[in-house]
T-cell receptor, first 116, second 111 residues
């Protein structure tokens, strides 16, 4: 079965640079979530989108922005990168609500960002 | 204080052992409960949802006590392949809400 796709899988940037992470949800999933997992930490929620609109916001820095496009893929834009932004960034998707709805979030393999 | 608290472990157990993990959550608005499994440097994968009546999936049994705001996971007949970090996860009521993760409990199953 198709899973959540994230690109790139690995990314190395320098301080103050910008980065764009992409997420392609499971087909027919309409909600996308972004999480950040620092070394030795649990995943922390950043932001989510439902039907191309922001649906929830967590601990996302002002330097970051995100959006969901008409094909439901999402991009996380990160500017003025700092050393502390080095982390695994996971995208998750969940299916539309309806009969037999299961609220499970399915995670992509993540993008490992290293800021030097 | 974290919203979801877990014993970080590690739990080192021999193959075939039974091991139990506990988790407490602080927000009474928590509506949905899950156990996720995460292998090193990989994405979290849903192990099972947790229901008030308790539920079982093969060697795995999950329990929820809403009054005590307590969740548990029991693994019977541990396999080497069960070695991973087990994340206790809650979701608040309403909308398309985020998952709130515990810090995870590490399990190492040895021969």
């Amino acid at each position: 079965a198709a899973g959540v796709i994230q690109s790139p899988r690995h990314l190395i940037k320098e301080k103050r640079e910008t980065a764009t992470l992409k997420c392609y949800p499971i087909p027919r999933h309409d909600t996308v979530y972004w999480y950040q997992q620092g070394p030795g930490q649990d995943p922390q929620f950043l932001i989510s989108f439902y039907e191309k609109m922001q649906s929830d916001k967590g601990s996302i820095p002002d330097r970051f922005s995100a959006q969901q496009f008409s094909d439901y893929h999402s991009e996380l834009n990160m500017s003025s990168l700092e050393l502390g932004d080095s982390a695994l960034y996971f995208c998750a998707s969940s299916p539309p609500r309806g009969p037999n709805y299961q609220e499970t979030q399915y995670f992509g393999p993540g993008t490992r960002l290293l800021v030097l | 204080r974290k919203e979801v608290e877990q014993d970080p472990g590690p739990f080192n157990v021999p193959e075939g052992a039974t091991v139990a993990f506990n988790c407490t959550y602080s927000n009474s608005a928590s509506q949905s409960f899950f156990w996720y499994r995460q292998d090193c440097r990989k994405e979290p994968k849903l192990l099972m949802s947790v229901y008030s009546s308790g539920n079982e999936d093969g060697r795995f049994t999950a329990q929820l006590n809403r009054a005590s705001q307590y969740i548990s996971l029991l693994i019977r007949d541990s396999k080497l392949s069960d070695s991973a970090t087990y994340l206790c996860v809650v979701r608040l009521s309403g909308g398309y809400n985020k998952l709130i993760f515990g810090a995870g409990t590490r399990l190492a199953v040895h021969p």
